[in-house]
């Protein structure tokens, strides 16, 4: 992570996102800024309202309380109140979002190429040479043979339709993406090379990433700060290293210790 | 009630007696006050679906339905119908809503395009232009072109009303990464007035550069999905392509065998067992016309091995 000059206004900040599910609480009175550049975690236990909060902030879900102000290339806005085609402009051009599960991601009746086209068609790109070239260098850059662009997802296996959902989400040249659970439902050597790819590509294109997992060592590897959640709530914030050398709050003590050691 | 059957001549026929016991043209007054509002709302969004009440109407879904209660709500005293069905005046669906409404509506009908005030039509649009004086009702089975890409309704909808038709563009690339040219035929998505992408109804696209700043009033009427939308007159229809892929209709090597027309879309009619083709025009009524003018084609000579070709395809014809 560089800073810059122009680096001095957060990229994303959140003030206070609560999500209320009726009397039920999603998550509640989550605080926390972006920089540019960064890669945060946010981790804790399966109903912990980690997913609830990455929809809230990457604009897929109304939160019930609080704003999302988001440095975007034309100025800041307000993800919460941004006018629909703003947002949804905002939304597929400078963000991009990796889901757990990539039938959620990607159109599995549509070609490799064609998923990884769509963003650039629909911000205006009409020449079907420069998208299938663009197609084809991203298949290359996530390590697709380039013979398996004219294949649905449906033929991929599970890692690389996961890495077909990041190209498809990168090749307009995001700032910020966002990931919920990317590598969980993969075995281990694939998740190992999924880290690789990502770790390179964070760096590569100085991107910005808001990652939801419950997996320590994924974070560990990628994220530069952690927001440790618990019942809908941040019980403990700040540098990875720090939270996970020296846990404070008994939960995150508890989550903590029950790595397995090898 | 009297029954009655008025046998009519299809070209420039009689007006039959009305029906007793039917309000004019089937429709009651408040069912086609309501669609003529839906109309008047369609023509002022060119390309935009606009829902309606659609009613039952005496045939199925499929045949119709949209197309033929456009047509009872505009149908006047004075109209003169003509109905086509794949191009021809003589098929079961054109000879039946035909008939329909000169029992309905004791509405003239005919199968000359040029005399017609509003043509119903399947699948054509008449080779003849129309002019500033007609109104073409077009039946169409689904209205929205995104249905088979992006299922969500609602989504469309927002698709729509933000004008993000970037899809309907992975649509064309998926056709031409599998054939090598965007294959779809028929129903070709259009763009209208630089706003709406609109489904131009199961009509070939040889037929989509007619839309274009036509002259006449168009309409488009589906029954079952309860959408009305329309092109104003004189208004822009882009046909949708990408620039390294430009849109570019069907030709064929081959002039209709009856009358030698060569710039018609044309019907491949199989003539016997041993597979023996013949191509002729698909609208009766442009080649009624043009043999009756002594246009002839080389009717003896079937073609043995028709290939049609997209795009080149110089056709020499009388």
């Given at each position: 992570?560089?800073?810059?000059?122009s680096?001095?206004?957060?990229l994303?900040?959140?003030k206070?996102?609560?999500?209320?599910?009726?009397?039920?609480?999603g998550?509640?009175?989550?605080?926390?800024?972006?920089?540019?550049?960064?890669?945060?975690?946010?981790v804790?236990?399966?109903?912990s309202g980690?997913?609830?909060?990455?929809?809230?902030?990457?604009?897929?879900?109304?939160?019930?309380?609080?704003?999302?102000w988001?440095?975007?290339?034309?100025?800041?806005?307000?993800?919460c109140?941004?006018?629909?085609?703003?947002?949804r402009?905002?939304?597929?051009?400078?963000?991009g979002?990796?889901?757990?599960?990539?039938?959620d991601g990607?159109?599995?009746?549509?070609?490799?190429?064609?998923?990884?086209?769509?963003?650039?068609?629909a911000n205006?790109?009409?020449?079907?040479?420069?998208?299938?070239?663009k197609?084809?260098?991203?298949?290359?850059?996530?390590?697709?043979?380039?013979?398996r662009?004219d294949?649905?997802?449906t033929?991929?296996?599970g890692?690389?339709q996961?890495?077909?959902?990041i190209?498809?989400?990168l090749?307009?040249g995001p700032?910020l993406?966002?990931?919920?659970?990317?590598?969980?439902?993969?075995?281990?050597?694939?998740?190992?090379r999924?880290?690789d790819?990502l770790?390179s590509?964070?760096?590569?294109l100085?991107?910005?990433?808001?990652?939801?997992t419950?997996?320590?060592?994924?974070?560990?590897?990628?994220?530069?700060?952690?927001?440790?959640?618990?019942g809908?709530?941040?019980?403990?914030?700040?540098?990875?290293?720090?939270?996970?050398?020296?846990p404070?709050?008994?939960?995150t003590?508890?989550?903590?210790?029950?790595?397995?050691?090898? | 009630?009297?029954?009655q059957?008025?046998?009519?001549?299809?070209?420039?026929?009689?007006?039959?007696?009305?029906?007793?016991?039917?309000n004019?043209?089937?429709?009651?007054?408040?069912?086609?006050?309501m669609i003529?509002?839906t109309?008047?709302?369609a023509v002022?969004?060119?390309?935009y679906?606009v829902p309606?009440?659609s009613?039952?109407?005496?045939?199925?879904?499929?045949?119709?339905?949209?197309?033929?209660q456009?047509?009872?709500?505009?149908?006047?005293?004075?109209?003169?119908?003509?109905?086509?069905?794949q191009?021809?005046?003589?098929?079961?669906?054109?000879?039946s809503?035909?008939?329909?409404f000169?029992?309905?509506?004791?509405a003239?009908?005919?199968t000359?395009?040029?005399?017609?005030?509003?043509i119903?039509?399947?699948h054509?649009?008449?080779?003849?232009?129309?002019?500033?004086?007609?109104?073409?009702?077009?039946?169409?089975?689904?209205?929205?072109?995104?249905r088979?890409?992006?299922?969500r309704?609602?989504?469309?909808?927002?698709?729509h009303?933000?004008k993000?038709?970037?899809?309907?563009?992975?649509?064309?690339?998926?056709?031409?990464?599998?054939?090598g040219r965007?294959?779809?035929?028929?129903d070709y998505?259009v763009?209208?007035n630089?706003?709406?992408?609109?489904?131009?109804?199961?009509?070939?696209?040889?037929?989509?550069?007619?839309?274009?700043?036509?002259?006449?009033?168009?309409?488009?009427?589906?029954g079952?999905?309860?959408r009305?939308y329309?092109?104003p007159?004189?208004?822009?229809?882009?046909?949708l392509?990408?620039?390294d892929?430009?849109?570019?209709?069907e030709?064929w090597?081959?002039?209709?065998?009856?009358?030698?027309?060569?710039n018609s879309?044309?019907?491949?009619?199989?003539m016997?067992?041993?597979g023996s083709?013949?191509?002729i025009?698909?609208?009766?009524?442009?080649?009624?016309?043009?043999?009756?003018?002594?246009?002839?084609?080389?009717?003896e000579e079937?073609?043995?091995?028709?290939?049609i070709?997209?795009?080149?395809?110089a056709?020499?014809c009388?």
């Amino acid at each position: 992570m560089c800073i810059k000059d122009s680096d001095h206004i957060p990229l994303l900040k959140v003030k206070s996102i609560s999500r209320y599910y009726g009397r039920r609480i999603g998550c509640r009175g989550i605080e926390f800024e972006l920089w540019p550049g960064e890669v945060l975690g946010i981790v804790g236990e399966s109903g912990s309202g980690k997913t609830t909060l990455l929809n809230c902030i990457s604009g897929q879900l109304e939160p019930s309380e609080g704003a999302v102000w988001y440095a975007s290339n034309g100025g800041v806005i307000d993800m919460c109140v941004a006018p629909e085609p703003q947002k949804r402009l905002v939304m597929r051009t400078e963000m991009g979002t990796v889901y757990q599960n990539p039938r959620d991601g990607l159109r599995m009746h549509v070609s490799a190429g064609g998923n990884i086209g769509e963003r650039l068609m629909a911000n205006g790109l009409r020449h079907y040479g420069q998208v299938r070239r663009k197609a084809l260098n991203w298949l290359e850059k996530v390590e697709i043979d380039s013979e398996r662009i004219d294949d649905t997802p449906t033929t991929f296996s599970g890692g690389m339709q996961q890495r077909l959902q990041i190209a498809r989400n990168l090749v307009t040249g995001p700032r910020l993406i966002f990931m919920d659970e990317p590598t969980s439902g993969l075995d281990v050597s694939v998740q190992a090379r999924l880290l690789d790819l990502l770790k390179s590509l964070v760096t590569e294109l100085d991107l910005s990433m808001v990652m939801v997992t419950h997996d320590l060592a994924v974070t560990r590897l990628l994220a530069h700060r952690l927001i440790v959640m618990k019942g809908g709530k941040a019980v403990e914030s700040g540098l990875t290293d720090q939270v996970l050398d020296d846990p404070q709050h008994p939960y995150t003590q508890l989550l903590v210790s029950s790595i397995l050691q090898p | 009630m009297k029954k009655q059957f008025n046998r009519q001549s299809e070209t420039g026929g009689g007006r039959s007696s009305v029906m007793e016991g039917y309000n004019f043209a089937y429709l009651d007054e408040q069912t086609k006050r309501m669609i003529r509002r839906t109309i008047l709302k369609a023509v002022a969004i060119p390309g935009y679906q606009v829902p309606f009440g659609s009613r039952e109407m005496p045939l199925p879904y499929g045949w119709g339905t949209g197309g033929i209660q456009i047509t009872a709500s505009l149908i006047g005293s004075e109209d003169i119908l003509k109905v086509i069905d794949q191009g021809a005046d003589d098929t079961t669906n054109a000879v039946s809503i035909r008939r329909f409404f000169s029992r309905t509506a004791g509405a003239l009908t005919t199968t000359r395009t040029r005399e017609a005030t509003i043509i119903q039509t399947r699948h054509r649009i008449p080779e003849t232009h129309l002019t500033k004086d007609q109104i073409i009702v077009y039946q169409v089975p689904i209205p929205e072109p995104l249905r088979f890409i992006e299922p969500r309704a609602k989504e469309v909808c927002r698709m729509h009303a933000l004008k993000e038709y970037g899809i309907m563009f992975v649509k064309l690339y998926e056709d031409i990464s599998r054939h090598g040219r965007i294959a779809k035929a028929f129903d070709y998505p259009v763009l209208v007035n630089d706003r709406y992408v609109m489904s131009p109804s199961p009509i070939p696209k040889f037929d989509n550069p007619k839309m274009d700043r036509m002259p006449a009033l168009q309409l488009f009427g589906a029954g079952r999905e309860k959408r009305i939308y329309a092109v104003p007159p004189y208004t822009k229809v882009k046909s949708l392509d990408f620039e390294d892929y430009p849109f570019e209709v069907e030709r064929w090597p081959h002039c209709c065998a009856l009358c030698g027309s060569g710039n018609s879309y044309l019907d491949e009619i199989i003539m016997d067992d041993r597979g023996s083709k013949m191509f002729i025009c698909s609208d009766t009524n442009h080649c009624n016309e043009r043999v009756a003018r002594g246009h002839k084609g080389n009717q003896e000579e079937p073609v043995e091995k028709a290939q049609i070709s997209i795009g080149t395809g110089a056709r020499k014809c009388a």
